[in-house]
């Protein structure tokens, strides 16, 4: 039998990016015990028992809200999704690290597989864009329609050129889309992107609706709010374009 390769210090530090998402697993239950949002589904993923002290980030992970519906925000384990708009609705491509998709098929289906027409769990190494396109393309992702591309904190963790391929590669496939991040301005316009915003993450909570601050706020005692403010102001988020079915997109804004 031939023998297993040992590991490499690449393989622990990608062992120890991976981890990340159980990180935040764990802090959006948590959050959703205490009430900032409804996530029913949150629990089946979480493979630790629940932090017994608060996490920092749990009110700043509460303003990645806007990001989607807050009654279905189980993001666990999401690297990057590729909404691919066409006439019958969306295609979803869930794109992630693959050990993660195995976890991830474990816990929503019978551990094999998840067939859906609409849905599409792909594993994939973000940095190899080469067979990254190679499995979009097996996966039927037709390019040229209206593409919505969200991240979250996933860019950060790959060296500055491959986070740029992987952005280079995104703005010369998608002819008309959104990449919504939680990173850089600057690294889109430098990649092929056509129009660029960003707004730190403390704007963002100014311009949350007042009652649903007041509902947040009072759900638990916070008495550094300069530790939150400096939290938020290090974050920001980032929305991008590519308009050329001339939809409007740089309009497009909070
Ligand atoms: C901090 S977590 C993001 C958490 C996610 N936004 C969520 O709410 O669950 C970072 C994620 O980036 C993914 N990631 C980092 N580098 C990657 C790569 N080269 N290919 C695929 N996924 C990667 C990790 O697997 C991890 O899921």
Redesign the pocket.
């Known amino acids: 039998m031939a023998a297993r390769p040992p590991f490499t210090d690449s393989d622990t530090a990608?062992e120890a990016?991976?981890a990340?998402?159980d990180?935040?697993?764990t802090c959006?239950r948590f959050a959703s015990s205490k009430g900032y949002w409804r996530d029913p589904y949150i629990q089946y993923f979480v493979r630790t028992k629940p932090p017994l002290s608060k996490p920092l980030i749990e009110t700043h992970?509460t303003d990645?809200l806007l990001l989607g519906d807050d009654t279905t925000t189980t993001?666990?384990?999401?690297?990057?999704v590729v909404f691919d708009q066409n006439k019958d609705g969306f295609t979803v491509y869930l794109?992630?690290?693959p050990p993660?998709v195995t976890t991830i098929i474990r816990t929503v289906a019978d551990g094999h597989s998840l067939d859906s027409d609409r849905y599409c769990i792909i594993g994939?190494?973000?940095?190899?864009v080469v067979t990254l396109d190679e499995k979009l393309k097996r996966f039927q992702l037709n390019p040229e329609i209206p593409t919505l591309l969200l991240?979250?904190?996933?860019?950060?963790?790959?060296g500055p050129g491959?986070a740029s391929s992987l952005l280079h590669w995104a703005a010369e496939t998608f002819h008309t889309a959104m990449f919504i991040n939680?990173e850089q301005k600057e690294r889109f316009l430098q990649s092929g992107w056509e129009h660029a915003e960003a707004l730190d993450m403390m704007s963002v909570y100014g311009l949350l609706p007042r009652d649903d601050l007041a509902r947040i706020e009072s759900l638990e005692f916070l008495d550094e709010k300069e530790l939150l403010q400096q939290l938020l102001q290090h974050y920001c988020i980032c929305w991008a374009n590519k308009d050329k079915l001339t939809l409007g997109l740089s309009q497009l804004s909070f």
């Open positions: 990608d990016v991976r990340t998402c990180d935040a697993t959006k992970s990645s993001t666990t384990h999401v690297a990057t794109l992630l690290f993660c994939a190494d973000l940095r190899d991240s979250e904190c996933v860019l950060v963790y790959m491959q939680y």
